[in-house]
């Protein structure tokens, strides 16, 4: 079974630092995506990454990076130049071909950035 | 333009009450989904409709129907609800196949429902 698992339920960055929040997965399958999405206190969800497994170029959005080791089964996420406005919950989340778009999220990372 | 909207944004009901949440998107996505969410959770998948047919239900109670009138619009249908059901409901789509491939899923901004 596909398992997502984020070890740090809470993380605390300083304003302008960089930090990274960890995530690993489980799976037998090659083809799937793995996905950052961020939920602020007005709790919508909000796509921040999005990285194919077949692809060895670890996606970059702006100030949001992936570190992606695909025999490692890892998927970390940084923010660089952290911002107020980065505080939320973070899930990573995991989705594979031919399973009717089901997503895997793991339990989150609450993320609070200090000024 | 990504969005999805869902109203309401706020919902109190009784155990013996009917009500809907309503979802609505018009970026041409043929997948939609249903999730719920309780507080500092992730969100659980219950429904996802691909090209206007149930494709996966979770094994959800019946006392949640879904229903998807078109591609643009998926309503869920409550009714005898129980006090565990307060959550968040979130919709999110996606652009193509759910059952093909793994497309991006944009979320709304949730219904908070909570059962009194």
């Known amino acids: 079974a596909q398992t997502v698992t984020q070890s740090q339920p809470e993380m605390s960055v300083q304003e302008a630092e960089t930090v990274t929040l960890s995530c690993t997965y489980d799976?037998?399958?090659?083809?799937?995506?793995l996905f950052w999405y961020k939920q602020p206190p007005s709790r919508q969800m909000i796509l921040v990454i999005r990285?194919?497994?077949?692809?060895?170029q670890n996606a970059t959005e702006n100030r949001f990076s992936v570190n992606f080791q695909k025999a490692a089964k890892s998927f970390s996420l940084k923010i660089s130049d952290s911002q107020l406005g980065d505080a939320a919950m973070y899930f990573c989340?995991?989705?594979?071909?031919?399973?009717?778009?089901?997503?895997?999220f793991g339990q989150g990372t609450e993320l609070s950035v200090k000024p | 333009d990504t969005e999805v909207t869902q109203t309401p944004k706020h919902l109190v009901m009784g155990m013996t009450n009917k009500k809907s949440l309503k979802c609505e998107q018009h970026m041409g996505h043929r997948a939609m989904y249903w999730y719920k969410q309780k507080a500092k959770k992730p969100p659980e998948l219950m429904f996802v409709y691909s090209y206007e047919k149930l494709s996966i239900n979770e094994s959800v109670p019946s006392r949640f129907s879904p229903e998807c009138p078109n591609s643009s619009l998926l309503n869920l249908h409550l009714h005898a609800l129980q006090p565990e059901d307060s959550a968040l409901y979130l919709c999110?789509?996606?652009?193509?196949?759910?059952?093909?491939?793994?497309?991006?899923?944009?979320f709304g901004p949730g219904t908070r429902l909570l059962v009194l």
């Open positions: 990285q194919e497994a077949y692809k060895q």
């Open positions: 989340a995991y989705g594979i071909y031919n399973q009717g778009g089901k997503l895997i």
């Open positions: 999110a789509s996606s652009r193509g196949n759910a059952g093909e491939f793994q497309e991006t899923q944009y």
């Open positions: 799976t037998s399958e090659s083809d799937y995506y």
